[in-house]
């Protein structure tokens, strides 16, 4: 029988056939991700032994410009090797007790530490603790999707400063970050499809799998994630479970 259409259909429903639709992407993925991502990890590590040690080597100016040229390309290479390791759902998933709020700051700092970095970032922490049971790398790098996506934003505006507040504190049984930025913002016809894989308005140099991972990452610690945006603002609000 042909699945149900048209306005009848709940929202209900049609989140899991949407739910259904990533669950079939994330498998041909995960195959994929098997096949490659052992054998190009070598070659990758080797290469940027090698440029590390060129650097070293290297006397002209104009050496140094290409050579970290070629380390920005590197670590787009690397970072995208990460990010479908990350989506091997055979990773081994390892929850200890940390604190939110801390670990929200320590990250903030740690950005705002890079180099000609496009936008300012401010956090702001509610009262207290939130100690939530979560595998510390894996929020990074849902973190860090997020972040980096203010900071593509940023960039595609050229030069003009764009700010990212941070907000971490208690609702109910949830510990809330939000990220809003004002960065530009998102089209609202584009807002509901940021979390598809592959789904990217960047162009070549951006997979689309940014928000997709975030999600995934949140999905595992049974937490929510979502974006809301009216240019040029954007807010990604994740709640994760707290601890009893
Ligand atoms: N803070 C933001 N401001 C403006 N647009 C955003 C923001 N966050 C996400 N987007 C939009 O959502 C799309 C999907 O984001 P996502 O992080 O999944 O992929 P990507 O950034 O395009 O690629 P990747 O993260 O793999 O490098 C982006 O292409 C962009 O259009
Ligand atoms: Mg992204």
Redesign the pocket.
């Known amino acids: 029988m042909a699945p149900p259409t048209g306005p009848h259909l709940s929202p209900f429903r049609r989140q899991s056939r949407q739910e259904k639709l990533y669950q079939a992407k994330l498998e041909s993925l995960e195959l994929f991700v098997r096949v490659i991502a052992h054998d190009l990890n070598g070659p990758l590590t080797g290469l940027n032994l090698t440029l590390q040690a060129c650097k070293k080597l290297a006397k002209t100016a104009a050496m140094h410009k290409l050579l970290d040229t070629m380390d920005h390309d590197l670590s787009s290479a690397t970072r995208l090797l990460e990010?479908l390791k990350s989506l091997n759902k055979r990773e081994i998933f390892r929850p200890q007790p940390l604190d939110i709020s801390s670990e929200i700051a320590k990250l903030a700092e740690q950005v705002s530490a890079t180099p000609r970095l496009p936008i300012t970032i401010e956090v702001s922490a509610g009262a207290g603790r939130l100690p939530v049971a979560g595998d510390l790398s894996r929020l990074r790098r849902a973190w860090q999707?997020?972040i980096?996506?203010?900071i593509?934003?940023a960039e595609a505006r050229g030069g003009e400063k764009v700010k990212l507040n941070i907000f971490t504190r208690r609702t109910g049984n949830f510990a809330r970050i939000q990220f809003a930025?004002n960065?530009?913002?998102?089209a609202r016809s584009?807002v509901s499809r940021?979390?598809e894989p592959f789904?990217?308005?960047?162009g070549e140099k951006?997979?689309?799998?940014?928000?997709?991972i975030a999600r995934k990452i949140v999905g595992e610690h049974a937490g929510k994630i979502r974006?809301v945006?009216k240019k040029p603002f954007?807010r990604?609000t994740i709640d994760l479970p707290l601890m009893p």
Do not use: Q, W, Y
């Open positions: 990010e999707n997020i980096r996506n203010v593509d934003a930025d960065a530009g913002g998102i584009r940021v979390f789904f990217t308005t960047r951006n997979r689309g799998l940014g928000l997709f974006v945006s954007t990604v």
